[in-house]
């Protein structure tokens, strides 16, 4: 239900399509954009008959972000000025000019990005101080405020827009404006969130009075996926509102353009394409002929198979059964076409903490569904399959939403004396599924998933706790760890109850590293022979361990050794990976704890729970 990040458009392998790309591949692959060859002039008529009439020039790219670069170095290059304007909770791509136009801090790398890219309020009736349940172009109104505007009227829309005026009156220069305005008809990694039906046609007509460029992002919404119209711009048209018509400047697009190969594109007015006249310019593989048959051969199809209609026919089926769940962890279910968010919210109606959210997303997945995550938050379902799907689909996704919604619980603290660890009840997602799996090789998948950055949620959420915890609280901890792994089931809140354990071992490495080298060396061969580790090349070995050393291990033995290796491998190593090897040090010795004490309570649980010491 996520056709490979909003991209399968036409379902996976079409026959037609792959036809195509295979007649294509014994005639002719590659000659660069400076020859023209049929397949990439067929392709362009195709496409632009698509668009309005004065979008008449194609330059052809690899990918949207790609496209979306060129967009706005054409406007650069058109207007003369350099600032340009994007939403708050936009996404453009990721290449470094393009990603200071991204307004998602989850998705902005740490480095210089954004020069010349000033942002405006987003305009979201759901989470934003203004809307209510008609602003938006959709088939359902699931904003539990009330909307007391009348025909033709929308004031959430005007505050928003006095809000992106105000961004154009005080933060561009008077002299001139913008360069251009970047944004998405609906913001698709941002949550599937809609603007009010009079926001963008309004904010369009104010930067073209300020003689700005206006670029239309329709990498996630084009090519028919809203059902009403082919561009997601052109749903801006209600007759209430007789002056609306979004007329862009450029149109960028890619993803659902060819079904999954790699391409793009970027379509202006052939005023604004003169602009690169100004030096040479050309892109190597944009346009090559397989690229040209395969996007010609998705437009055939879409008009061939009523896709767009089906699109808006099974998307509207779709959008009022999520509503109709009237599930309280819904609470919001937006958007128009095959192109759906259901923002998911806790006991108290604010975002699904982020660890809950993942516990949905592996629920569905578990159903044999697949859909994205997306919203600052990471709490909205993303629903955007391929365009040929049917009602029973979408029947099969709604039923599998509902069942992971209702299986998420709160999580309660149960460990013993104050203990912090968390874990959910009755949830049985994260069940080990593995038949035979020992205490050693569960810790090291464990430790595997730290060190990949996976329950990056978790990790961060109980690190602050632990902050000036000593390492005298290891062991209460190393047994609430086991308890997690060994009673709840759950891999990520055993990964929770693990990275605390960690934490709590944090003061006493720190300690260790200010003990002198000779003394430490010592106690940490004396702990690792015993533990059967390798020092000097650091290998750290989790499985197969003899049966008989186990027994020569006590507790404080154990937690001693766990504690100790983990400082000498964090002192030896002296950098990231070393982390990675006192996480191992210290689970290991949670792992010889928990065989020495808790033997009794491993042979009462249920054999289904997948975990032996054997």
């Known amino acids: 239900m996520f056709a490979g990040i909003v991209t399968v458009s036409v379902g996976h392998c079409h026959p037609k399509v792959n036809s195509a790309l295979k007649a294509q591949l014994d005639k002719l692959w590659h000659t660069t954009c400076i020859y023209h060859t049929e397949p990439v002039l067929e392709y362009a008529a195709a496409l632009t008959a698509k668009l309005p009439e004065h979008l008449s020039v194609c330059f052809f790219t690899n990918s949207g972000s790609e496209a979306n670069d060129l967009a706005l170095a054409l406007a650069r290059l058109h207007t003369g000025r350099f600032d340009v304007l994007s939403m708050r909770n936009g996404y453009h791509g990721m290449t470094q000019a393009v990603m200071g136009c991204t307004n998602l801090g989850t998705w902005k790398q740490p480095m210089p990005a954004g020069l010349g890219v000033l942002k405006a309020m987003n305009a979201d009736p759901y989470a934003g101080p203004w809307g209510g349940k008609r602003c938006r172009d959709s088939p359902v109104d699931s904003i539990s405020r009330d909307c ?159 896709l767009q209609k089906n699109c808006d026919v099974v998307g509207t089926h779709f959008l009022k059964s999520l509503v109709s769940l009237k599930n309280p962890k819904i609470g919001d279910v937006r958007g128009k076409g095959l192109m759906i968010g259901v923002e998911m919210v806790d006991e108290d109606g604010k975002p699904l903490p982020v660890q809950r959210s993942g516990d949905v997303f592996e629920a569905i997945k578990d159903a044999g569904i697949l859909v994205g995550k997306g919203g600052i938050n990471g709490n909205v379902l993303r629903i955007k399959p391929p365009m040929c799907i049917t009602k029973e689909d979408a029947d099969r996704t709604v039923a599998a939403i509902d069942k992971a919604l209702k299986d998420s619980k709160p999580y309660k603290s149960v460990g013993g004396n104050g203990s912090l660890v968390e874990q959910k009840m009755n949830t049985p997602n994260y069940k080990l599924q593995r038949p035979k799996i020992t205490y050693v090789s569960s810790l090291a998948i464990l430790a595997g998933e730290l060190a990949t950055g996976q329950e990056r949620g978790a990790i961060l959420e109980a690190s602050p706790h632990l902050l000036g915890r000593g390492a005298d609280g290891t062991a209460e901890l190393a047994r609430d760890a086991l308890r997690a792994i060994s009673v709840t089931r759950l891999r990520g809140v055993a990964v929770t109850a693990c990275v605390r354990t960690r934490s709590a071992a944090a003061a006493g490495v720190a300690a260790g590293r200010e003990r002198e080298r000779d003394a430490l060396d010592a106690d940490a061969e004396r702990f690792t022979g015993c533990l059967g580790v390798d020092v000097a090349s650091g290998v750290v070995p989790l499985v197969g361990r003899p049966r008989e050393r186990l027994d020569e291990v006590d507790a404080d033995d154990a937690l001693r050794a766990g504690d100790l290796l983990g400082v000498f491998l964090g002192v030896r190593a002296g950098d990231l990976e070393g982390d990675f090897l006192w996480d191992l040090g210290l689970l290991l010795g949670v792992c010889f704890f928990a065989v020495d004490r808790e033997r009794e309570l491993l042979r009462e649980r249920d054999p289904d729970d997948g975990l032996s010491i054997d």
């Open 148 to 306: 007391a505007c009348k025909p033709g009227q929308c004031e959430a829309g005007d505050k928003y827009l006095t809000q992106f005026n105000e961004t154009l009156r005080f933060d561009f220069p008077a002299a001139s404006g913008p360069a251009g305005y970047i944004v998405e008809s609906i913001q698709g990694v941002g949550g599937t969130t809609q603007f009010p039906k009079n926001f963008l046609p309004a904010a369009f007509d104010a930067v073209h009075a300020k003689g700005g460029v206006c670029i239309a992002d329709e990498v996630q919404t084009g090519f028919g996926r809203l059902g009403s119209d082919f561009w997601g711009f052109q749903e801006f048209k209600d007759p209430l509102f007789a002056a609306n018509k979004t007329r862009p400047d450029i149109v960028t697009m890619a993803k659902g353009i060819g079904n999954g190969f790699p391409m793009g594109a970027c379509v202006t007015t052939p005023e604004i394409a003169a602009s690169f006249g100004k030096a040479l310019y050309f892109n190597t593989y944009g346009g090559n002929p397989m690229a040209s048959v395969v996007g010609k051969a998705v437009l055939d199809v879409i008009e061939e198979e009523g």
